[in-house]
């Protein structure tokens, strides 16, 4: 939903509480008539109210806007050596989320218009380290926050978990090179392109997006097999590397020299997920 229809939205839901409270006081005769006729005369105050918080707010993004140029910022993570495993937790909302791999350790770089920061939270449960990055999300966002950037660079010396929890933005992830055992992706809006890398042993994947377009870039040499668990989402594997099973499902061909295993279930309303086999080597 667009933030305009958002804040329409709350407002028609403002006045239906404030009116129904009126009339549920007037059917239980809590509210005299001499009241009543006073509330109905002024009752066109509501919609100056209205006007008045549109106006205040759009004038407050504006100067905001106009003061404020895209900044840029960096946060390094350090993850404990004694953890041998990590599990990532990543909640973002408006703009563009890019992740990779990096070098020795976690590092986020921003970039927006929005002063806020990141909250980054870190702990250690037995031998798995986990690291929470979360963006919290306004009401009612400015038209510049839509363009907000975040890069988030991962190590490749441990396994990693995830999860993430996308609304209202775009995603471009590359997973090669990197021990992926889990991953957890829910969008409520955006296109998503994902690369995921050959596995060590498994990789388990569970995808629900409710965007136009999902990609999915599947290792080459593993042995891949995709869930499908929306029936009328329009499938595209266009190099044929893929086959369907009875109960929907696409698998890739057996081969002898298959190294590793990814498993993916995808639902969600998608109107279009791309699969195809990653030829680069």
């Not at 921003?110 to 002063?115: F, K, L």
């Not at 950037?149 to 933005?169: F, V, Y």
């Not at 086959?243 to 020299?257: H, M, N, Q, V, Y």
């Amino acid at each position: 939903m667009p933030p305009l229809a958002k804040r329409i939205a709350l407002l028609v839901a403002l006045f239906s509480l404030v009116i129904g409270l009126f009339l549920l006081g007037y059917n239980l005769q809590l509210i005299s008539d001499p009241l009543k006729s006073t509330v109905v005369n002024l009752w066109p105050l509501l919609l100056v109210i209205a006007g008045i918080m549109l106006v205040l707010d759009s004038s407050r993004k504006r100067a905001i806007t106009r003061a404020s140029g895209v900044r840029s910022r960096s946060y390094p993570i350090s993850v404990s050596r004694d953890a041998s495993e990590l599990e990532l937790k990543v909640q973002f909302a408006y703009g563009r989320l890019v992740l990779g791999a990096g070098g020795d350790c976690i590092r986020l770089v921003t970039e927006q218009m929005d002063p806020a920061e990141p909250t980054i939270t870190q702990d250690v449960v037995g031998e798995r380290a986990e690291v929470s990055i979360a963006m919290s999300q306004p009401l009612f966002p400015s038209h510049f926050q839509l363009r907000n950037s975040w890069k988030l660079e991962l190590t490749r010396d441990r396994p990693l978990r995830m999860s993430l929890l996308l609304h209202e933005a775009d995603l471009r992830m590359d997973l090669r090179g990197m021990d992926i055992e889990s991953l957890e992706l829910r969008s409520d809006s955006g296109v998503q392109e994902i690369r995921v890398g050959r596995p060590r042993k498994k990789l388990s994947g569970r995808i629900y997006s409710s965007g136009g377009t999902l990609s999915l870039l599947l290792p080459a040499r593993a042995f891949a097999w995709v869930k499908l668990l929306n029936p009328f989402c329009r499938v595209d594997y266009p190099q044929g590397d893929l086959e369907r099973r009875e109960d929907g499902s696409l698998i890739t061909p057996a081969r002898p020299d298959a190294l590793g295993n990814v498993e993916l279930s995808i639902d969600g309303p998608i109107r279009n997920l791309v699969l195809d086999i990653d030829d680069e080597p």
